[in-house]
């Protein structure tokens, strides 16, 4: 019997390993943490396209002001581009699908997949 340990013995052994584990992922999650803070403390620049958009209009109540956004839709053009009409057109002269009686019979086809 003396070829056993001792169970004591291999738990000291065992909870350093999970330590060394702990410790590696804490080291992980703060390199992550100070990454993201670099990144984000970094990023200074005022060259984002949102600095060119005008501020978004208000009412007094704090919701959005709907007569200006009406009117940036209205003002936009309703008329269909010259080559939606192109398209219109190529899909209305399309050939009719083949009739059912010029199809190949499906089930014909299965059988001769399958092999029955």
């Known amino acids: ?12 052994g065992q909870l350093r390993a999970h330590r060394l584990i702990a410790l590696a992922a804490l080291l992980a999650l703060l390199a992550t943490a100070a990454v993201v803070l670099v990144l984000a403390i970094g990023d200074d620049s005022s060259t984002s396209p949102t600095a ?19 009117a940036a839709v209205g003002s936009q053009p309703t008329e269909a581009a010259p080559y939606d009409a192109k398209i219109a057109a ?6 009719e699908p083949a009739s059912a009686a010029s199809r190949p019979d499906e089930s014909a086809v299965a059988a001769a997949i399958s092999g029955h």
Not at 1 to 12: E, W, Y
Not at 55 to 64: E, F, H, I, L, S
Not at 90 to 95: E, K, M, N, Q
């Open 52 to 70: 060119d958009t005008p501020p978004a209009a208000v009412r007094a109540d704090g919701g959005p002001e709907e007569s200006s956004v009406a």
């Open 90 to 95: 190529a899909i209305g002269s399309a050939p």
């Open 1 to 12: 019997m003396s070829h056993f340990t001792h169970p004591k013995a291999q738990l000291g």
